[in-house]
């Protein structure tokens, strides 16, 4: 079982117009604040990724956002959650979200969304980062993606084990349950002939 002390969540910089990814998105945040889990994220002030935030903040939570210098002008900086760390560069601000974060939860977004998803399970897979991956499924947004890994493994491009590192769930609370109750043990992820997948 892990310890859940800060969670980063990867969301999109619009608001989009699904109202039911609204409202993950609030049920996640006044989730993390009933909890006492601190949120870290990208650190805009728009979009889902300000709408997390303020969530939070307003449920009494904490928040740290983490934003490149250069994206203050595109994503405005919020400057109204506990602490709004500003770094160099968009690898910088991954890095250090990373570094803070226990666990990872993406919600539905695009693809700046798709690609920190993306790293989260590949430093994972090579044993850069042993910390649990989760999607927030609203309306079964990640199903394309979820299907495309299943099709990785039949093929045997992807180990199952490692397919697993990636929980979903369509429900907030039963996501966090289980990303606090995810062992992760790092397996080498290379495969070689099917005899030693």
Same mark, same amino acid.
């Given at each position: 079982m892990t310890s859940l002390q800060r969670v980063c969540v990867f969301c999109a910089s619009s608001p989009g117009s699904d109202p039911a990814i609204t409202d993950a998105t609030v049920a996640l945040g006044?989730?993390?604040?009933?909890?006492?889990?601190?949120?870290?994220?990208?650190?805009?002030? /728009? &979009?889902?990724?300000?709408?997390?935030?303020? #969530?939070?903040?307003?449920?009494?939570?904490?928040? =740290?956002?983490?934003? @490149?210098?250069?994206?203050?002008?595109?994503e405005v900086g919020h400057r109204e959650i506990t602490i709004l760390e500003?770094?160099?560069?968009?690898?910088?601000?991954?890095?250090?979200?990373?570094?803070?974060?226990?666990?990872?939860?993406?919600?539905p977004g695009g693809f700046g969304t798709l690609e920190e998803l993306a790293e989260t399970l590949t430093w994972n897979q090579i044993g850069i980062l042993t910390k649990p991956v989760g999607v927030l499924d /609203? &309306?079964?947004?990640?199903?394309?993606?979820? #299907?495309?890994?299943?099709?990785?493994?039949?093929? =045997?491009?992807?180990? @199952?084990?490692?397919?697993?590192?990636?929980?979903?769930?369509?429900?907030?609370?039963?996501?966090?349950?289980?990303?606090?109750?995810?062992?992760l043990t790092y397996e080498p992820k290379w495969i070689g002939s099917p005899d030693r997948i």
């Open positions: 006044t989730l993390l604040a009933e909890r006492d889990i601190e949120l870290v994220y990208g650190g805009g002030a /728009v &979009g889902l990724m300000g709408l997390i935030a303020d #969530t939070v903040m307003s449920a009494g939570g904490r928040v =740290t956002g983490v934003i @490149p210098a250069g994206l203050f002008s595109a500003e770094v160099a560069s968009m690898h910088e601000r991954k890095a250090r979200m990373y570094d803070l974060a226990d666990a990872f939860i993406a919600l /609203v &309306g079964g947004f990640w199903q394309p993606l979820l #299907t495309l890994f299943e099709g990785m493994v039949e093929r =045997t491009i992807l180990k @199952p084990k490692n397919r697993s590192i990636l929980l979903d769930d369509p429900d907030p609370a039963s996501l966090l349950d289980r990303l606090a109750a995810q062992e």
